[in-house]
């Protein structure tokens, strides 16, 4: 490197000093140097080969002739010609830059050469590169030997998990193994921190800090290490962690070797958990040998036979409960050869079976023990005490030898028992105890209610069937006094019912007489009736008479006034014809006045001759006066006449309509008189009727006073029967006392029942009504 | 005519009284009877036609044909200014002798009814009183005691002349005037 470096420099600087052409020369002589002591191959820019030196040659095999004019790639393996990479790398070689490091190349017959080489892009006058040289010195050898060690490092990690660290525990690699221990492919750990296999609240404490600090530090560290798979999985390894240290010493890598041990660490734990649940169980295990030597017993079994230490050594004198580790089983048994025959064979086992020890009763199970390989190895005896059990059944025989001979009051001992049994016993008596609750309250409820208390029941507490006898044996005494409280109801009921009936009966029998005497009243009205509807005909008939008199009457007066009429007409006719005659007369009177006048005005002219004459005339006019006058009187009567004849005109015809009223009126009468005398008919008619319906009243009343009284009999008998229904009743305790008391103030409110008055309406006061007594009507 | 003591006034009215007594012929208008000297009378005659004169004072009935001779008729009530009446069959028409400026004529006057001839005695007959200054009673000649009564006694020509006389007079000389013609 350092020589390329000085060759560049050399290049740079070679045209910058024309003077300098020793110096070229110089440069020339060690160029020729370097070329006889190193392989140098030249290319132009794009690769194209254009000179090698004989070491060249010699290193790849080729003569120079086979490889000028050909590229650089024929030495390349052709993947990594063909690749973007290798094209990359003459596009920078001809852009100027330098590379140099170990390749590997291929020599003539694909033979694999290692080369130490630089590629030195040499530049023109114008800093432009316009052609590369390469010098390279062939490092196969020593390629090859440090292959060897990393087959066995391969060998290694095949083996083994391998994974390797950076100093500060960033993950550089792995291998397959430790991989598939993890259960993590290579690119989700490369470049993550060892920490993601570790317990996350343990990464966080200073032992784990201290822990890559110490390997940094060139610590080597061995040992079982919890660690935890991808899947979360409890994974354990025995491992170590190397440091790889370089030349100067320094740890520039940490390579971690492991094994899985995981599996082994479980069956550790599962051992100990074996171990801990014999030494805290409450069953009684001991083991032994082939030799029937006791090897292992169990605190539980231990407790035990300390407990009856003393009994068992006054049969077996050297039983030490302190000492029964070592000893051999034979010494708990009277035939040690029936034992020893049974644990010989482990076909026979497991085999369960009782050990009388005097009077001491022990239940033992015995199973074979087995070695790694399967062998028979040993027994496990497993203990029973059956002493308590004994006594227990003692005691629970009594209680119920007492129960069926129906003595419940036995109960069984409680302190003879232990801790297993006296809870059991004590199950017992409480049943029992619940038996014999409920039938004893049963039964004196039962008493009580013999004694006719039905307000008796059962108050207890209790469950299921006796619970269901509780409640029957209450509805039944519920069903039974609201009976007897609905009978006595309805005693009370049919006591104050009989004295209502009895109240009404009296009441009907005095409604029986007052309606008697009404009936008679009512036979007394209908005979006034009778005779008055006998006068209302008599008087209809005299009515009828009249009104056909005025009838005529007035017919007549009718004609009369025709005639009248007549007269009164003709009257004024002549009248009219005098009134001419006067007039006449008047006139004549009038004329024979002025003729007077006359004749005295000439008798005046005729002086003293007229004298005679004048009074002639005067004679005449006086006449004449008198005639006039006359005349006068005569037409005022006339006038008089006429009127008077009119005004009778007038009169006449009033008199007829009210003669014609008068003839309309009677026979209005007439008819309202036959009316009548149809309706006294019917009057007399129905008067029959109600004076039949009123006997029949008369009869139904007598009745009627016969059912009253018969009813208050049967009312005063019903309230005896009541009463002593009552009485009956009244010798029950019942829950609702005030019953008794309503019905007592009832039966008492009974009272004697008024006869009613033997009267009815007598039938000779009915009136008989024929049809002959309407016949004048 | 028995007087003791008289004095010329007494004289000169039973002079006049006695020129006053004589025969009248009494006829009515309303309740009042008035009296007409018996000599002027020349004919009483009943209603009968009316010929209506034009251009006269209401007073002027009309004409009458009285037996050939024209007479014009007075309705005496409204001469009287006495409220007008229909005609009854007791009306009446007077003829009366009258004198005019010196000549004699014949009027009718229409009465509501003549009554009769009286022969008034001068006891009977006073004088007309005086009414006051301005009226004048000169158509009346006197009253007449009858009984309870006062009968009006007229002077006929003064009735007639006083009032529009002229003009019947003219017409009655225009008639007679024609009448010559026409003879």
């Known amino acids: 490197m350092t020589d390329t470096n000085t060759q560049r420099n050399e290049t740079s600087t070679a045209k910058t000093d024309a003077k300098a052409k020793q110096q070229l020369i110089d440069y020339t002589g060690q160029v020729e140097a370097i070329r006889r002591s190193q392989a140098v191959i030249e290319f132009e820019l794009d690769g194209t080969i254009t000179f090698a030196n004989e070491n060249f040659l010699q290193t790849v095999g080729y003569r120079l002739d086979e490889i000028v004019g050909k590229h650089h790639r024929m030495f390349a393996d052709p993947e990594y010609a063909a690749s973007a990479e290798y094209q990359q790398f003459w596009d920078r070689l001809a852009r100027g830059e330098f590379f140099s490091g170990e390749f590997r190349r291929l020599g003539k017959g694909g033979k694999e050469i290692w080369i130490q080489a630089s590629y030195n892009p040499i530049l023109d006058e114008s800093n432009k590169p316009f052609k590369v040289v390469k010098y390279a010195s062939d490092i196969t050898e020593q390629k090859l030997a440090s292959a060897d060690s990393a087959g066995q490092i391969n060998a290694i990690g095949k083996s083994q998990a391998v994974i390797e660290f950076t100093p500060d525990g960033t993950i550089l690699n792995a291998n397959d193994n430790f991989l598939g221990a993890v259960g993590y492919t290579l690119a989700e750990i490369q470049g993550q921190h060892h920490r993601i296999f570790c317990d996350p609240a343990y990464t966080k404490t200073p032992e784990y800090s201290q822990f890559w600090a110490k390997l940094a530090g060139g610590e080597y560290e061995a040992g079982e290490f919890k660690r935890f798979g991808k899947d979360g999985s409890e994974i354990w390894i025995q491992a170590s962690y190397n440091p790889i240290m370089d030349m100067s010493g320094k740890v520039f890598k940490v390579v971690k070797y492991a094994s899985d041990i995981t599996a082994q660490k479980q069956a550790e734990a599962e051992s100990r958990i074996l171990s801990d649940m014999l030494k805290g169980a409450g069953a009684m295990f001991m083991a032994c040998d082939k030799d029937l030597v006791i090897t292992y017993c169990n605190p539980a079994v231990m407790d035990m036979l300390r407990q009856y230490e003393p009994a068992i050594k006054k049969l077996l004198p050297k039983f030490d409960s302190n000492k029964l580790i070592g000893t051999c089983i034979d010494d708990f048994h009277k035939n040690p050869a029936h034992q020893r025959k049974i644990l010989a064979d482990d076909s026979m086992l497991p085999i369960s079976s009782e050990l009388k020890l005097g009077p001491l009763t022990f239940g033992v199970r015995a199973a074979a023990i087995y070695d790694a390989d399967g062998n028979y190895n040993g027994a496990s005896v497993e203990w029973t005490d059956f002493n308590d059990r004994e006594k227990y059944r003692e005691q629970v025989s009594k209680v119920i030898a007492a129960s069926e001979a129906g003595d419940l009051s036995v109960r069984g001992d409680l302190e003879v028992l232990n801790d297993v049994y006296r809870p059991m016993m004590e199950g017992i008596n409480e049943i029992v105890e619940a038996v014999v609750k409920p039938i004893t309250e049963a039964s004196d409820v039962l008493e009580r209610m013999a004694e006719a208390d039905l307000t008796a029941r059962m108050t207890g507490e209790y469950q299921g069937d006796f619970n269901n006898i509780k409640e029957n044996l209450n509805r039944a005494g519920d069903a039974l006094e609201q009976a007897l409280l609905g009978v006595a109801d309805s005693a009370g009921q049919v006591g104050s019912a009989s004295s209502q009936i009895s109240e009404g009966a009296q009441k009907l029998a005095e409604g029986a007489s007052t309606q008697a005497s009404s009936i008679e009243e009512i036979s007394a009205s209908l005979q006034e009736m009778q005779a008055m509807t006998g006068q209302n005909a008599d008087n209809a008939g005299q009515a009828n008479t009249l009104s056909g008199e005025a009838l005529s009457s007035a017919d007549k007066g009718n004609s009369a006034m025709e005639r009248m009429e007549g007269a009164i007409d003709k009257i004024k006719s002549s009248s009219d014809q005098t009134a001419k005659i006067v007039k006449t007369i008047d006139e004549i009177a009038f004329q024979t006045n002025l003729l007077a006048l006359n004749a005295a005005v000439e008798a005046a002219r005729a002086g003293d001759a007229g004298k005679g004459f004048a009074v002639v005339a005067e004679e005449v006019r006086s006449l004449a006066k008198r005639s006039a006058e006359a005349a006068k009187t005569t037409a005022e009567l006339i006038d008089d006449a006429v009127k008077n004849a009119e005004g009778g005109v007038t009169i006449t015809q009033d008199v007829r309509e009210i003669l014609t009223d008068i003839v309309d009126g009677s026979r209005k009468v007439n008819d309202l008189i036959a009316e009548i005398a149809s309706a006294s008919k019917e009057q007399a008619e129905g008067i029959k009727q109600i004076t039949e319906g009123v006997t029949a009243m008369d009869k139904v009343t007598q009745e009627n006073s016969a059912n009253s009284e018969e009813s208050a009999a049967a009312a005063s008998q019903l309230n005896e029967q009541a009463q002593s229904l009552n009485q009956m009743i009244g010798k029950f305790t019942l829950g609702q006392g005030e019953q008794q008391a309503a019905f007592t103030s009832n039966g008492t409110t009974k009272k004697p029942v008024t006869t009613p008055r033997k009267t009815s309406a007598k039938p000779q006061n009915v009136i008989p009504l024929d049809d002959d007594d309407l016949a004048q009507f | ?183």
């Open chain 2, 1 to 183: 005519m028995s007087v003791t003591t008289t004095t010329s006034q007494d004289l000169r009215d039973q002079k006049q009284n006695g020129e006053l007594a004589g025969k009248y012929l009494t006829f009515q208008l309303g309740e009042e009877e008035f009296g007409v000297e018996i000599l002027k009378v020349r004919e009483i005659i009943g209603l009968m036609d009316i010929t209506v004169v034009p251009r006269t004072p209401r007073s002027i009935r009309g004409v009458i044909n009285l037996r050939g001779k024209i007479i014009p008729v007075v309705d005496l009530r409204l001469k009287f200014m006495m409220p007008s009446i229909d005609d009854t069959e007791q009306s009446c028409i007077i003829v009366v002798d009258t004198t005019t400026e010196g000549r004699s004529t014949q009027m009718g006057i229409l009465v509501d009814t003549v009554s009769e001839v009286l022969d008034i005695p001068v006891d009977q007959i006073e004088p007309t009183p005086a009414f006051g200054n301005g009226v004048n009673t000169k158509f009346i000649r006197g009253m007449a005691r009858i009984e309870e009564n006062v009968k009006i006694l007229l002077s006929i020509e003064e009735v007639l002349n006083h009032i529009d006389l002229t003009a019947v007079e003219a017409e009655q000389s225009e008639q007679d005037t024609n009448d010559a013609a026409a003879a």
